[in-house]
């Protein structure tokens, strides 16, 4: 007879909506011979974005040192690649083949911490250096934020402030280790902007039920809103976490889809103050795409002390990592790559700069196209300046019993249109929503939206 | 002022020693110029082993497609590597670029479970056949252990039988996941084998601590101890854990690695019992050595039925894989390449062979010059068959107030040679041990040899 076991009820508790039964149902209708569009998850290269070519050459070469000395490797690769490619494999001291240090290849964090001061112009404005030692490379940036929550979550009393709607990754987390989310809801009508008594509000609240907030998660841009912060409600942020003592945790893994107007990063905002932060990034999004390489990193800066011990955040992150062994290296490898293109001026540079840019200015086109769609529905309205590679509408007008989930399984149903609905990622009471990655090519989306436009006065009108 | 904040204190309590204080001074030392031979890790590729060429060459393609198309690529790739990555582009659907499904390419598993049942000669045994919907490719095979405990573990009632010594993953994992680490003592002057008295005297032990004991954990071949457990043994962990309702987790990542004779799979010698099964297995050791690739798999037999809910075991490790999306796509490939090694007759095969032949072939000629130096030392015995990368002498004779850190902090000091000390694993109370990894090249391991000797008998001399 087969054993029955006990499952610790955070794991059975858990949920994890963007592979939940929308996708699944999509997967049995693409058997079943029914053509599918998934904009179900951020998963460019699934949907034909091809990869950025100077990348893969430099990969192909890390994995495959003897391709250098082959005969022909001049017509095969660009001197620049061979060169950067040799490189990193010097750098990285042992190839791709062995474990790394456990907080990743110290040439990748030196390249990392370069980037970002560079990005940040952190020396015109006086913000303090990025630390290739506050720096550890992850999984992906899930693993990055998962540490983080590990540590700083030490029973159900603990608390973090999550935006609502928010990408489940959070609340998965959250429930797991037994800790509090604590909600907060960003302005929707105001573009999904901050101000401090949102943030004070949920504090007050989680306080009366004696819950102790210990860090507030900013996604910028925001994933499932795609909506790009404006600056001045990244300083409330700040405001509050230095009143209160919170840690920021800043996931701006899509930092580089931004269609809407600038985008900040939390270190250039916070700047000299004394504020815990931790940001995320990621070779999955951007222009890049690479989420098959599960590489990305964290960058600690202010990394509090560890109450009661000699030992601060760093050292803790530390032996995390070290359990783990270390990030893959081909994600580590990838990360350098992000971080650091090819040199200007290089072989490689021209086609580089175009292929980005043809990949950034599909998405601005895909995502402007998909919001004037939404102009022609009915009560639907979209907030805020369009980043990351998604939308997501209020469906303010719905048939009497149909929920978002509904009509996103019809809209399945009829169209072929895979979505995730606003339940999914939570979202204030008594409203519904629905998430669009816009990443098909252009055609496939430029055919969808008028079935789509049809289906959606034909569900209103009953 | 910096902010101070309370850490989970499961997470502050968790120790690590492979990557503790003799490695810091070891690095310390070689910073300084001294030369250093490090054995503390299972790491090969960073100690001059060289990766297999089949795998890298076909690895690089699935990076790089384009190579295929190139001119001149019939003079650099063996036309069955070509053929290999084409049909492994194919078989993936997207390439390395896109998130695979959360359990992994479903081409690999398919690979992993007919290398299972070929391995196993399940067919003309009378095994079960392997099932791709029960195999989870794994970021190293660490995942799958971690995920495992962290869906038996509801509280810290909950205890797991561990080989004490144990690879330090077992202990870390439990005290973060607050449950309790059950030790089981191998009996060591019986070449660490098992009978059911040891494991029952465990079982007590815990049933009146109030400790609720859910799987038994067996590393086969051992780690630390090197050691490769007999077939008698392995039945008495199958009727332990089926008298009392346990899972059995096969930790085989070094099935490869077995020089003292015939090694058996769990889910070979389970055969029809049963009995939950969870085995791992990993890039990272066997002739291999891609531990930067960090691929794995875990293989789940007779999954348990979930109490209380209409699931089992199988939909809560898929959700846990949903929330880290998927596995490393490289690390996934290599899984493939790992279980599938070039077609017989096929023109990679006379070299795979051979690189192969030479890599276990230093191995074992290595574990055997330092068993045998061993014997020239003073108190210094060795016990069990020889697999894994490691030995794990008992230190009989130390000076007065010495432990095996001690030992090994001066061993390190004196030669060089970088060692784990027993304490780092855990051992039976009263005695003394250190781990070796026999990586190193053999003129090092030449080399090194007399040194330690002499360096042992001044010890002991004082």
């Known amino acids: 007879m087969t054993l029955s076991v006990r499952i610790n009820p955070r794991i059975l508790e858990m949920?994890?909506?963007?592979?939940?039964?929308?996708?699944?149902?999509?997967?049995?209708?693409?058997?079943?011979?029914?053509?599918?569009?998934?904009?179900?998850?951020?998963?460019?290269?699934?949907?034909?974005?091809?990869?950025?070519?100077?990348?893969?050459?430099?990969?192909?070469?890390?994995?495959?040192?003897?391709?250098?000395?082959?005969?022909?490797?001049?017509?095969?690769?660009?001197?620049?690649?061979?060169?950067?490619?040799?490189?990193?494999?010097?750098?990285?001291?042992?190839?791709?083949?062995?474990?790394?240090?456990?907080?990743?290849?110290?040439?990748?964090?030196?390249?990392?911490?370069?980037?970002?001061?560079?990005?940040?112009?952190?020396?015109?404005?006086?913000?303090?250096?990025?630390?290739?030692?506050?720096?550890?490379?992850?999984?992906?940036?899930?693993?990055?934020?998962?540490?983080?929550?590990?540590?700083?979550?030490?029973?159900?009393?603990?608390?973090?402030?999550?935006?609502v709607p928010q990408y489940p990754l959070y609340s998965a987390t959250m429930a797991r280790l037994g800790g509090r989310l604590v909600p907060y809801y960003p302005d929707e009508d105001g573009g999904w902007s901050l101000n401090r008594d949102i943030m004070e509000e949920a504090l007050e609240e989680a306080r009366t039920d004696g819950v102790r907030v210990r860090a507030i998660v900013v996604i910028n841009p925001g994933n499932p809103t795609g909506a790009l912060l404006d600056l001045e409600s990244m300083r409330e942020v700040i405001e509050v976490a230095g009143k209160w003592g919170l840690s920021i945790i800043a996931d701006e893994v899509y930092q580089e889809n931004t269609y809407g107007g600038e985008w900040h990063s939390f270190s250039s905002v916070l700047g000299t103050r004394d504020i815990p932060l931790f940001s995320l990034h990621s070779v999955s999004k951007g222009f890049y795409g690479e989420c098959g390489h599960r590489g990305g990193y964290l960058e600690v800066r202010n990394p509090p002390k560890v109450e009661g011990e000699d030992l601060d955040m760093l050292d803790i992150l530390l032996k995390q990592a070290s359990v783990n062994l270390c990030p893959n290296t081909m994600g580590q490898m990838m990360v350098d790559l992000m971080v650091r293109g090819p040199e200007p001026g290089s072989g490689s540079e021209s086609l580089f700069l175009e292929e980005k840019k043809k990949i950034l200015g599909d998405l601005e086109m895909k995502a402007s196209m998909i919001r004037s769609a939404f102009d022609e529905m009915e009560g639907v309205r979209c907030f805020g300046r369009t980043g990351a590679m998604y939308l997501f509408p209020r469906l303010e007008k719905l048939p009497r019993g149909c929920n978002d989930f509904d009509y996103c399984m019809e809209l399945l149903e009829e169209t072929g249109l895979v979505t995730v609905n606003g339940a999914g990622f939570g979202q204030a009471p008594g409203t519904h929503h629905l998430r669009i990655a816009f990443l098909p090519p252009v055609e496939a989306i430029k055919e969808m939206l008028p079935r789509w436009i049809d289906f959606h006065h034909r569900l209103l009108r009953g």
Chains 1, 2 share one sequence.
């Not at 005969?71 to 190839?95: C, H, T």
């Not at 474990?99 to 370069?114: I, L």
């Open 15 to 163: 949920q994890y909506a963007v592979r939940g039964p929308i996708p699944l149902r999509a997967a049995e209708m693409a058997r079943a011979g029914r053509k599918i569009i998934p904009c179900n998850i951020g998963n460019p290269q699934a949907l034909g974005q091809r990869p950025i070519s100077y990348y893969r050459q430099v990969l192909s070469m890390l994995e495959n040192p003897a391709l250098k000395d082959q005969p022909g490797v001049a017509k095969n690769f660009p001197e620049d690649v061979i060169e950067r490619a040799s490189g990193m494999l010097e750098s990285s001291g042992i190839g791709t083949g062995a474990y790394s240090e456990s907080a990743g290849f110290r040439f990748v964090r030196e390249d990392v911490a370069r980037f970002i001061d560079a990005r940040d112009e952190a020396e015109a404005r006086g913000i303090p250096a990025s630390d290739p030692d506050a720096i550890f490379l992850t999984d992906g940036a899930s693993g990055g934020a998962v540490a983080v929550l590990e540590a700083l979550i030490c029973d159900e009393k603990d608390g973090v402030l999550i935006p």
